[in-house]
Each structure stands twice: as structure tokens, then as C-alpha cells.
């Protein structure tokens, strides 16, 4: 099967730019969820989707990230605008309705670098 | 708040040789689920291993088997006979076993990079 897939693998906008980042979770995967781990720091949970529909917000840095996921399938991350410090690795992830068990399947990662 | 942490930024091994890496958490809950991921360079982070808290036994797979110290919330990962596709960073991770309290939100490490020597 396909696995988690993000894009783009690099980003590299100016301060003040929108920039969107898209995860395509495995398909039927209800749960995707978002994490970003800043240079040298921990991977910090962003949000989780069941899905079309979020189900924790609460790791979302401020008003300027916007998260959605379309009719349940792939999700978006729109940082809008963009600051220095949201420079770093953004995660997608997603797991099965009932596998929270096993952790999940991750995507590469979209490398944002805010300049 | 669970908070997991790893005080090796960076850990080298020989080719063949073995290597463990630290893994120490904070929580107050008795259940849950502790993980090692690894993320090669620009590729997606893999389960290495797993363990649930309320098992005695230490998870193994394969060559990499952990230390699971509950009492001390000590999680360490030992990696047997390196290979040079062992190289990558590391990070632990903490799962809490009740759903509702915290979602089903992975708490993780700073990581551990390791690097593999021939």
C-alpha cells in the first residue's frame, strides 16, 4: 500500500509569505495528525483529524496555522503569515480507526525554512 | 503533561559493535505505551520497537531490544551487531493508554543521532 506521503519535501518562503503544506494520509486511515519538530528540539504534537473532523487542536502555535482535511482524506497546513520561528520539520502522520497501539505511519516530512 | 526526554544528543558505534540509547519519561499514569522511532536521513520515521507499560518482559526485535525500568520511567534502547543502515536519529516516544485524557497524541524526545563507523 502507499504510504504517508507529504508536499513539498522543502519549502523556503520569506517572512510574511503563506505557505501550504498537504499530507496525504494511507487511504481509510481515519486519523491523521500533524507534528513539527524545530531545529535540534523535540517533535511537538500540531493537531488531530478523525476524519474530516478535528479532534484536538490543542498543540496549534497560534492563529496563523490553519489545518484542514477535506471530506476526510488528505489535510492541509496553511501558515499564513509565515514567522522565522515556524522554520522547521513538519510531520504528517495517520493510523487505522482502532490502532492507536502500534503508533502510526509517518510521512517524510516538509522541510520549511522561513527566511 | 508527560514529558519525555533523551540526554544524548549525538552517540557513534563501530560497525558490529553494540550501542544504547537513553530514554527517560515523566508521567503519572500507570499505563501506557512506550515506542523508539527512527527517522533515516530525509526519509520517514520507522517503529523500531515497542513497549506496553504494563508488561514485566522487555520488548525485542531482532538485534534491538529495550531496557524497560518502570519504577525508574527509564526506556533505553540497545542495538546489537550495528549496521551502517542502523545510522539515523532516534527519538523515544510516550503514549498514554487512556485515550480520553490526552487523545492519541505521541509525546516525544529531543532524539539521539547515532552514526555508525566501518
Known amino acids: 500500500e502507499a504510504g504517508v506521503t507529504q508536499f513539498p519535501s522543502h519549502s523556503v518562503i520569506e517572512k510574511g509569505q503563506t505557505v501550504t503544506l498537504r499530507c496525504d494520509p494511507i487511504s481509510g486511515h481515519d486519523n491523521l495528525y500533524w507534528y513539527r519538530r524545530v531545529m535540534g528540539k523535540e517533535i511537538k504534537f500540531l493537531l488531530h483529524f478523525v476524519k474530516e473532523s478535528k479532534q484536538d487542536e490543542s498543540g496549534m502555535p497560534n492563529n496563523r496555522f490553519l489545518a484542514e482535511r477535506t471530506g476526510g482524506t488528505y489535510s492541509t497546513l496553511k501558515v499564513q503569515p509565515a514567522e522565522l520561528e515556524d522554520s522547521g520539520v513538519y510531520f504528517c502522520?495517520?493510523?487505522?480507526?482502532?490502532?492507536?497501539?502500534?503508533?502510526?505511519?509517518f510521512g517524510s516530512g516538509t522541510r520549511l525554512t522561513v527566511v | 503533561a508527560q514529558t519525555v526526554t533523551q540526554s544524548q544528543p549525538e552517540m557513534s558505534v563501530q560497525e558490529a559493535e553494540t550501542v544504547t540509547l537513553s530514554c527517560t519519561y515523566d508521567?503519572?499514569?500507570?499505563?501506557?505505551?512506550l515506542f523508539w522511532y527512527k527517522q533515516p536521513p530525509s526519509r520517514q520515521m520507522i517503529l523500531v520497537i515497542r513497549q506496553e507499560a504494563y508488561k514485566q518482559q522487555n520488548a525485542t526485535e531482532n538485534r534491538f531490544s529495550v531496557n524497560f525500568q518502570k519504577a525508574a520511567k527509564s526506556f533505553s534502547l540497545k542495538i546489537s551487531d550495528s549496521q551502517l543502515g542502523d545510522a539515523a536519529m532516534y527519538f523515544c516516544a510516550y503514549r498514554s493508554f487512556k485515550q480520553e485524557t490526552s487523545g492519541s497524541r505521541l509525546t516525544f524526545g529531543e532524539g539521539t543521532q547515532l552514526t555508525v563507523n566501518p
Open positions: 502522520a495517520s493510523s487505522p480507526r482502532q490502532s492507536f497501539v502500534y503508533g502510526y505511519t
Open positions: 508521567t503519572s499514569e500507570s499505563d501506557y505505551y
